[in-house]
Structure formats: C-alpha cells, structure tokens
C-alpha cells in the first residue's frame, strides 16, 4: 500500500487539464454573470435615458410657466398702471367737486345776504300790487307798531327750515315717513292743519337729492350740519318762490318781510291745494 498523500504513478498519468476557449472559437459561450451585467447596464441605459428626458419635459415646462408668469407679471403691471391713473384722475375730479362745492356755498351765502340787505324796499311795492295772502299779518305789523308790539309776547310760529333741520337731526325722516305724521313740539295743537298743508307743500317742492339728504342717519346728518342749514333755507325760500307764482305775483322772488313760517305757509297752500282740486273736478265735468 503506497503512502498516504502521495498520489500513484498511474493517478498522475491519468489527470486531464481542461481545455480553454480559444478567441476565434465561435462555439464558446460567455459566462452567465457576464450576461447579466451587460443585461443591468443596459437597463440602466434605457432608466437614465428615460429619466434624462423626463428631465428635459419637467425643464420645458418649467421654461413655459415662467414665460407665461413674466407675461402675466408684465400683463398685471399694465392693469396697476392704468389703476394708478384712474385712482389720479378720481382724485381730482373730486378735488375740483369739493372746490364747486364751496364755491357755490360761498355763491348761495352771498346771495341771501343781498337779498336780505336789499329785501327792505320790497314792502311797499308788494303791498301797492294789492296781493292778499296771509303775509298781509307782516304787514299790517310793519304799519301798525301797536300789533306789533301785542304780538311780541306770544310764542312765534315755527319756520320751514326750523322744521326740517329738526326732524333731521333727530333721524324721524329715516324710516321715510310723510313729513306731516311727524310730531314736533314746535308745533301747538290748534296750528296742526297748517302744519300738514306746509309740510304737503315742502314734499311736493323738494328735490330727489334733497329728500335723500333728509332721510340720511343723525350721524350723518350731524357730520354735514352746514349742508343741512342750506338745504332747509333752500327749500323754504322755493316754497315761498313757488307760492308767489302761483298766486300771479309779477315778481316771485320772497320778499323782505316775506318769512317761511309754517302757518302762513300751511294757509296759503291749502288755498293753492283747493283752487286745484276745483279745478280738477271742472276738468272731470268737461270731459264727462
């Protein structure tokens, strides 16, 4: 028995050294991981390339919504621009309004103090016109210094604008309530009558802009307390204009002696008011 660890004679004859492939030898194969690392790299090929132009889209569009962005940006500024100078012209127009404004409260407040200065001699000639009206009480006062001074005990009527510039302030014309249902406490009992024709009078008389005014809120009305003195005087001297028209007077401007009290006023157009109703119901028959 040969010894253990080194191999016979016959054992070394009969060990065969394997073959290797030769380079031009079509038959020889690749190894299996050779295989699959050329299949992984060009998985990650076709991965990169796909994720490359995934990349450019995501690049594009970005470009696209910044383009889109800078035209609106430019859009946006154009719109401010044009904001800008309506905001501009705005501001002016109501400067040059607010200045029209005072000038014409200075115009209006220079007209009432020359017709008050040269409302004097406008007595004599309205009283040689011979128009009889309840103004004839002011002139009988004027003429007779005994009336006059009888009267100057009583409690004087009310005024037109003393009215108005009340119900007002005290925000009883807000809910747009008929200036005669409200209650005032310049008003007596006995002069109610008057004090419904006058008032009929001033709602027929006034204007859209000066109801409106009327009707605000006290807060309002006391931040405008100048415009609400104009506007009562306003629309007390057009009631005394108006009445003077339509009783046929040749001048209708208010007189000097001429006042907006509300009962002179309620009884003069509760005339005016029946003369129309007569002739209403005259038409009524004509056409009947």
Request: aromatic share 4%; net charge negative; charged share 35%.
């Amino acid at each position: 028995m040969p010894p253990v660890g080194r191999p016979s004679k016959k054992a070394k004859t009969d060990f065969v050294i394997p073959a290797l492939p030769t380079i031009g030898d079509s038959t020889a194969e690749p190894p299996t991981n050779d295989l699959t690392a050329l299949t992984t790299a060009q998985l990650y090929s076709l991965s990169s390339r796909r994720h490359r132009d995934e990349s450019r889209e995501c690049v594009r569009r970005a470009l696209e919504e910044r383009d889109r962005a800078y035209l609106a940006l430019e859009q946006s500024q154009r719109w401010l621009e044009r904001a800008n100078e309506n905001l501009e012209r705005m501001e002016e127009n109501a400067r040059e309004a607010h200045k029209e404004y005072l000038d014409a409260k200075m115009l209006l407040s220079r007209m009432r103090q020359s017709h008050v200065a040269a409302g004097g001699g406008d007595v004599v000639l309205n009283l040689g016109n011979g128009h009889s009206s309840d103004d004839d009480e002011g002139n009988d006062k004027v003429f007779n210094p005994m009336l006059r001074k009888s009267d100057e005990g009583k409690g004087k009527a009310a005024r037109i604008d003393e009215l108005i510039i009340q119900f007002a302030k005290s925000g009883d014309l807000c809910d747009g309530r008929k200036l005669f249902t409200v209650e005032s406490d310049l008003v007596p009992n006995k002069d109610h009558a008057q004090f419904v024709n006058a008032m009929k009078l001033v709602e027929e008389l006034w204007t859209e802009e000066e109801e409106l005014f009327l009707r605000s809120s006290p807060e309002e009305i006391q931040e405008s307390l100048e415009e609400l003195k104009i506007i009562a005087e306003t629309i007390s001297t057009r009631c005394l204009t108006k009445l003077n028209e339509w009783e046929g007077r040749p001048d209708p401007r208010p007189s000097g002696h001429q006042k907006p009290v509300f009962t002179s006023v309620g009884n003069r157009a509760k005339r005016i008011f029946s003369l129309r109703g007569k002739n209403n119901n005259d038409e009524c028959r004509d056409h009947g």
